[in-house]
């Protein structure tokens, strides 16, 4: 039985990635030693209203485990019901409540990071979901909503019997933009007693050990650092920069591309698949080129084509 508490620490976890973080680009980043994968977020209300068709976003396999379901919404109740549908159904490691997404089509409808401004509702969603899912909760949040304002609220989720809390290092009125403040993440790490993991900006395994340096931190999660570079939770395992030759690039591009027809089909993986590609077309020569190509790539053979341009 996975817990947050008694993972051998410090502990590396592949974040929710909205369209990124499915099984094909999932499951590479378990075989190359996440410690612990989010799948993307699911909407609670699509999962009680239609989870035949939901399921395919947080579909995992067993060989992933320990597999986070991330889920998001605005009503306790819904909440609940859906958490206890997919603990039911799916029965993953254990289940994340999304509080930090800032995009306006998630915090349009009071979900996500938009539950920072209204923390009482906030509570009540962890309170509704813990009364009746008893696996690993956790939470995923930002620093507040334009200033750190967070802490108070953080030990309220804890009162809860909130399992483990995920701190991403900026607020929502920042984005993506700036730098993520690790100190207030740290701040956070030592004002409570259950696991915290830090987030933000981590695109190296030197990174991820500095950020844990003299910290409370449990563990470090990763997410735009492993796009087109799976390889990074291999270099924190052995703690040294990983050389991928062409070969092994053009190797996990193919692995990744067949998993994913496997997934979705072949015309919609090739779609899916080019922000990968775009990814991990950089920094060799030539890589402008076949990102040029890769946005027109439509077959498992057009791909094979230009792998061979590698």
Avoid at 109 to 125: C, M, Q, T, V
Avoid at 221 to 232: D, Q, V
Wanted: charged share 30%; proline share 3%; aromatic share 10%.
């Amino acid at each position: 039985m996975f817990s947050w508490k008694k993972i051998k620490k410090p502990f590396f976890v592949l974040a929710p990635m909205a369209d990124i973080s499915t099984w094909p680009f999932r499951s590479i980043c378990k075989e190359m030693g996440a410690d612990v994968v989010f799948t993307p977020m699911v909407s609670s209300d699509a999962i009680c209203h239609n989870f035949k068709k939901t399921k395919e976003i947080i579909f995992f396999k067993k060989a992933e485990q320990p597999v986070i379901v991330q889920v998001f919404g605005y009503d306790p109740k819904i909440m609940s019901e859906a958490v206890s549908i997919i603990d039911k159904k799916l029965k993953p490691a254990g289940i994340d409540i999304n509080m930090g997404c800032p995009a306006v089509k998630i915090t349009g409808n009071e979900s996500g990071s938009a539950l920072l401004r209204d923390k009482k509702r906030a509570l009540e969603i962890v309170k509704a979901v813990r009364k009746t899912y008893s696996g690993q909760l956790s939470v995923k949040l930002r620093l507040g909503w334009s200033q750190f304002d967070t802490l108070d609220f953080i030990k309220d989720l804890e009162k809860l019997k909130v399992d483990a809390l995920t701190i991403h290092g900026r607020t929502v009125k920042q984005g993506f933009t700036g730098q993520a403040d690790w100190s207030k993440i740290n701040q956070v790490a030592k004002a409570v007693n259950i696991p915290v993991i830090g987030n933000g900006d981590i695109v190296s395994w030197e990174q991820a050990y500095e950020k844990l340096k003299n910290t409370n931190l449990s563990g470090i999660m990763i997410g735009r650092g492993a796009l087109g570079n799976p390889w990074i939770f291999k270099a924190i395992k052995k703690k040294k920069n990983i050389k991928v030759s062409k070969k092994e690039l053009a190797k996990i591009i193919k692995e990744q591309t067949k998993r994913y027809i496997l997934y979705t089909g072949e015309k919609r993986a090739m779609l899916e698949m080019r922000k990968h590609y775009a990814k991990y077309f950089r920094g060799f020569e030539g890589a402008q080129e076949l990102r040029q190509k890769a946005v027109l790539i439509n077959s498992l053979k057009s791909l094979e084509k230009i792998l061979k341009m590698i």
